[in-house]
């Protein structure tokens, strides 16, 4: 499917009158690299209404029920959830019966390591016991990728770049940017004449995209270093308290 690359905290007051009426998009994410028979899906956020994008919750929603989906993590922040117009998105899907997991990331960032092996842990439950499970964030490119390179990459056969080109091949090249890949972007907005007084600007109150790109991409090569010491930082604690 294809990615549209779009800041999202840029905003507008100008919308569309109608609602859009194409069916919202999932990519499917095959497991069977980390010996799981099951496929992830990944979408963006369903209901969203912002600058040209005008989706229809009720629609998205029974769309997502009609697909079989039993459990949705949501990685958008309450305060996004407001910004797009879905405030009351987590409560809907419980009122549809769908179990949702809500681990709010911000824009741009990483979750703590705990927070991380939390999310990674429920995935694991909801997959091995066949469970249909999507992940979104905003666009469904920055978190949500995150989120599944790490799955894919608790697999010792799986190196960062194999799970980054996976994603990449499912979302599109928007997914987990390189550094490489954003100064590619860079070099041809400017050849192109966009954005010539600011090629990365900064969205008010947030920070840097260019910055998030070096975050999340760092935090995936990193990702089973902090994991171990976690770990035995937990299970040293674990048995001074039983003692």
């Known amino acids: 499917p294809s990615s549209v690359q779009t800041s999202e905290f840029d905003s507008s007051d100008e919308e569309p009158i109608e609602d859009e009426q194409t069916p919202i998009q ?32 009720q629609k998205d929603t029974e769309e997502l029920k009609s697909y079989g989906i039993q459990d949705i993590f949501v ?25 949702t997991h809500h681990h709010p990331i911000p824009f741009g960032g990483t979750p703590d390591i705990a927070s991380c092996c939390d999310i990674m842990e429920e995935l ?25 390179c790490l799955l894919l990459y608790l697999s010792d056969t799986v190196s960062p770049q194999q799970a980054i080109d996976s994603l990449r091949e499912l979302r599109g090249s928007g997914a987990i940017q390189t550094i490489k890949v954003r100064r590619v972007t860079i070099l041809v907005r400017l050849w192109s004449g966009a954005d010539r007084h600011s090629v990365t600007p900064h ?15 760092n935090y995936l090569h990193e990702f089973r270093d ?12 674990s048995r001074s308290v039983s003692r």
């Open 26 to 57: 999932i990519s499917w994410l095959p497991l069977s690299r980390v010996n799981c028979s099951q496929f992830l899906g990944l979408c963006a956020l369903p209901g969203c209404k912002f600058k040209d994008v005008r989706r229809n919750i």
């Open 124 to 148: 694991e439950i909801c997959l091995k016991n066949n469970r249909k499970t999507l992940i979104h964030c905003y666009g469904g490119l920055g978190r949500s990728c995150l989120a599944a």
């Open 226 to 237: 902090k994991l171990a010491a976690h770990l035995l930082s937990r299970d040293s604690l």
């Open 75 to 99: 990685f958008c922040t309450r305060g996004e959830l407001s910004k797009y117009r879905v405030p009351n998105l987590v409560d809907l899907y419980h009122q549809c019966g769908i179990i």
């Open 203 to 217: 969205p008010k109150g947030n920070e840097n995209p260019k910055h998030s790109i070096f975050h999340q991409y």
